[in-house]
């Protein structure tokens, strides 16, 4: 491990010698476990990538501190060893040039997202045709959109409280945003956040039936999909998909939330 800082409040910039055949598909992920505390946490946590520098060899997740796992991992000091696997999952397809985008990043659901824009903008995507949504409960939180800012692209941010920009959750800055003129059957929804979030930002990709494409944040024991802790229903079937082998993204109308 060559680094993890606090950021501020419970937010931590982790950053892992990790260098890969490829660059990391957006919206896949990575399992950790710290060793320091021997056989605590049993099991690894599942973070998405944030970022990735190919000269260096280093790849970057951005977390927060929520539970037992991440408090642990947040302790861990350069120099330690950690427990890796990955990239895992099944990530977000690049778009097709003409495409508008909107992308929605709701707290630490960011870093998905944000790799997604950087690899569009990689691929020669012309930055004028992405919007980025950033939402947070309130204006703390906003470190985790600095990256996000450096893109250069259209990028708006919502509070709960209205400590900063638009007043409200970021799934009413998207219906606000939606209605400056977006043409339903050019435009391409990607979002990331807290299962309300999603399911709110697909009621509004429904309405007014435009591509959406979410990418769930769940707890994933194994990360492999084997012990089927992950599952999300699918979309009118007493079937499921496995978030952590079939997804971590999903079209919006194949599941449930």
Known sequence: MVENRALGGDD?????????????VPGTFLHIKPTREGSDPLLRRAFSIYDYDEHEGVIEVLY?????????????RAGELLDVLGPLGTGFEIPKLDRQLIMVGGGVGIPPIYLLAKCCLREKF????????????????????????????????????GSFGYHGYV?????????????ATKTNIYACGPEGMLAAIKR??????????????????????????????????????????????????EVEL
């Not at 931590?12 to 990391?24: M, V």
């Not at 799934?171 to 043409?183: H, Q």
């Open 204 to 253: 509004v990709a429904q309405e007014r039936e435009i591509r959406c494409y979410l990418s769930l944040e769940s707890i994933m024991p194994c990360g492999v999909g084997t012990c089927l802790g992950c599952v999300v229903k699918k979309t009118g079937e007493e079937r499921y998909h496995r978030v952590c082998r079939e997804g971590p993204v999903f079209d919006a109308n």
């Open 12 to 24: 931590y910039l982790l950053k892992i010698e990790l260098a890969l055949k490829s660059y990391p």
């Open 126 to 161: 012309p930055a004028e045709r992405i919007t980025f949504l950033c939402g947070f409960a309130d204006k703390t939180d906003l470190v985790l959109a600095e990256r996000v800012k450096k893109l250069n692209l259209r990028t708006e941010f919502s509070t709960d409280d």
């Open 64 to 76: 927060k501190v929520f539970g037992r796992g991440s408090y642990i991992l947040s302790r861990v």
């Open 171 to 183: 799934s009413e800055l998207l219906r606000v945003t939606l209605e400056a003129g977006f043409d």
